[in-house]
Each structure stands twice: as structure tokens, then as C-alpha cells.
Nanobody
């Protein structure tokens, strides 16, 4: 599996915004689903958002209405725009393109993970 590198994390205050990026050296047309996951210390990894070929997106209930996932075909880059950040959004964020279990909307996958980017939201 291809391991991807997420970037754009940082430290912000509650209510702030961040945009995460995940660049693909070579976009593979066999990839039908792209997504973002996060893992906070002591917690299981959570599927935050997914982007299916054709543009259909899905979000975890905890981020619905605040986060937006998008893909720039020209730049081969997946984005996660995060607004109205909360302290509970603090986690390491990862992007993924392979290893999906079930449909893209289910936001579940197996396999290894690439380099994540830390997001810390202070109250």
C-alpha cells in the first residue's frame, strides 16, 4: 500500500481553522476513495471524512458541518478544511487512499499508515 504524508497541522485556539493537505506523488486511477482519519491518545482511530470518485463525501457526525473534504485533480492533493475547531478535535490526522473496508461512506480501512500531522486545539 502507498503511504501518504499529511501536512498542515498546528496549534490553534478553539473556534479557529486549519487546512490539512495530503499530496500524492502519483495519483492512481484505481483509487476510488480517499479519506481522512484521526487518532487521539488512548483512543481508536476514527474515520473523519471520505471523498469518493465522483465527488461524493461523507463525514463523521462529530465533524459534520464544520469540516470539508475536497480533492484538487490538477494538484493531486486531498484537503481537509477544518472550521470551528474544538478541543476534542485534538488528534494526529492521517490521510489514506487504499485498504478500504466496505463502502467509502463507511470510512473504515485496514493496512499501514503514512505520516500524520498533529492538530492541537486549546480552549
Amino acid at each position: 500500500q502507498v503511504q501518504l504524508v499529511a501536512s498542515g497541522g498546528g496549534s490553534v485556539q478553539a473556534g479557529g481553522s486549519l487546512t490539512l493537505s495530503c499530496s500524492f506523488r502519483e495519483y492512481t486511477t484505481s483509487w476510488s476513495c480517499l479519506g481522512w482519519f484521526r487518532q487521539a491518545p488512548g483512543e481508536e482511530r476514527e474515520g473523519v471524512a471520505s471523498y469518493a470518485v465522483g465527488g461524493m463525501t461523507s463525514y463523521a457526525e462529530s465533524v459534520e458541518g464544520r469540516f470539508t473534504v475536497s480533492f484538487d485533480n490538477a494538484k493531486n492533493t486531498l484537503y481537509l478544511q477544518m472550521n470551528s475547531l474544538k478541543p476534542e478535535d485534538t488528534a494526529m490526522y492521517y490521510c489514506a487512499a487504499e485498504g478500504w473496508v466496505g463502502s467509502c461512506r463507511q470510512r473504515r480501512r485496514t493496512g499501514s499508515w503514512g505520516q500524520g500531522t498533529q492538530v492541537t486545539v486549546s480552549s
